[in-house]
């Protein structure tokens, strides 16, 4: 079986067992949801970079112990740690966690088409500036669902595990998102398609 499609348990079980490759194709594989993570509540590189570091520091210090608990799967465990690093870097600098984006890294930036036109891209940036404001307009627990489980891919059972709330309560939060961006874009007439 070839490395790459080997089932992250059981690469967290060579790992253990002293096979450090193991540990380097589990960080290549979910490095970029685990660090699109931590740079969408922080913004800030280089703390993002620290962050990150951090989390699979902790990992490994995790794994090495042999206290890692093989019933969860190993990327809702490791968003877990980002996520309680992430509230404690906020609670060190007494500041609560701003959305806020910048032109190297934007949620919206998934956002593609095969072929665009210069009207095509004014039209799909005037949509992500129009969508941007109508997400920060949401209260904070609606919105960071959203965002979870529309940008960073995640499930609900992963966005449950995250968040400490139940599978329902995610799914709510998400509903009522939902409703409020479309009240909000019936109110104001605003025209999301191309």
């Known amino acids: 079986m070839a490395i790459v499609n080997t089932p992250d348990a059981l690469l967290v079980k060579n790992y253990v067992s002293g096979d450090e490759t193991a540990l380097s194709v589990l ?17 800030d590189r280089d703390v993002s970079d620290d962050i990150f570091q951090d989390t699979f520091i902790k990992v490994i210090k995790t794994l ?26 906020y609670r060190r600098n007494k500041k609560m966690p701003m ?6 890294f934007s949620i919206f930036s998934i956002m593609t088409d095969n072929s665009p036109t210069i009207e095509k891209q004014l039209i799909t940036e005037q949509v992500e500036s129009d969508l941007k404001r109508l997400i920060e307009e949401l209260p904070d627990d609606q919105k960071q ?25 995610a799914l709510g939060r ?14 104001n007439n605003i025209i999301l398609t191309n």
């Open 99 to 104: 959305f806020r984006e910048t032109e190297e």
């Open 145 to 169: 669902v959203l965002v979870m489980r529309m940008y960073q891919d995640l499930s609900f059972k992963e966005i449950a595990d995250l968040t400490g709330v139940s599978i329902n309560t």
């Open 174 to 187: 998400m509903r009522y998102a939902l409703m409020n961006l479309r009240k909000v874009i019936e109110k």
């Open 27 to 43: 960080i290549e594989r979910h490095q970029s949801k685990i660090y699109g993570f931590i740079y969408s509540k922080i913004s």
């Open 64 to 89: 090495k112990s042999n206290s890692y608990n093989e019933e969860g799967k190993f990327l809702p465990w490791v968003m877990r740690i980002a996520h309680n690093l992430v509230v404690d870097h």
